[in-house]
């Protein structure tokens, strides 16, 4: 519910405000549309961006483990062991939509994901592999963002 106001006299026309509360069904979010979910303050989809925001690993670990399953893909790694190989290779860094970007790939195209069968590589690098699966990728050695080239 919009409340006006009047808010002060303006070359002698009274301006108006519109209160900037928003309707108790909407998310608390600011700028977000969305209705909250029952019982909540925020929406689906701000509650999911804060938890990627405040838990990275966490989220890329549940992701990978959540697309495994839908693909039918056995999944084996704990979460320690995946917060080990993060910090190893900077996956979640690194990870994104570019070429150049790292995904996780398993050496073993027949395995399970577990911590011995998983390195990451580029995208470039994972799709050539994806479609010859027998080519033998070496493993990218880690490196940093923030150094020169």
Same mark, same amino acid.
């Given at each position: ?5 009047? &808010? ?8 108006? $405000? ?5 309707? +108790?069904?909407?998310?608390?979010? +600011?700028?977000?549309? *969305? ?11 701000? /509650?999911?961006?804060? &938890?990627?925001?405040?838990? !990275?690993?966490?989220?890329? &670990?549940?992701?990978? /483990?959540?697309?495994? /399953?839908? $693909?039918?893909?056995? %999944?084996?790694?704990? %979460? ?16 994104? /939509?570019? +070429? ?6 398993? $050496? ?8 011995? *069968?998983?390195? !990451? ?11 010859? +699966? ?5 493993? !990218?050695? !880690?490196?940093?963002? *923030?150094?020169? %080239?």
């Amino acid at each position: 519910m919009y409340v006006e106001a009047e &808010y002060g006299k303006m070359a002698g026309v009274a301006a108006k $405000r519109v209160c900037s509360r928003k309707s +108790p069904e909407l998310c608390a979010t +600011p700028f977000c549309r *969305n209705k909250h979910a029952a019982q909540k303050r925020f929406c689906n989809t701000c /509650r999911k961006r804060r &938890y990627r925001e405040n838990n !990275p690993i966490k989220y890329l &670990y549940d992701n990978l /483990r959540t697309h495994a /399953r839908e $693909r039918g893909k056995g %999944f084996e790694i704990t %979460f320690e062991e995946f917060q080990k190989f993060c910090a190893e290779t900077k996956y979640h860094e690194l990870k994104g /939509r570019d +070429p150049d970007s790292m995904t996780i790939d398993r $050496r073993d195209p027949s395995g399970p994901y577990s911590y011995d *069968n998983i390195r !990451p590589l580029d995208h470039y690098s994972n799709s050539i592999r994806q479609d010859n +699966p027998d080519l033998s990728v070496p493993s !990218p050695e !880690p490196f940093d963002k *923030n150094e020169p %080239f």
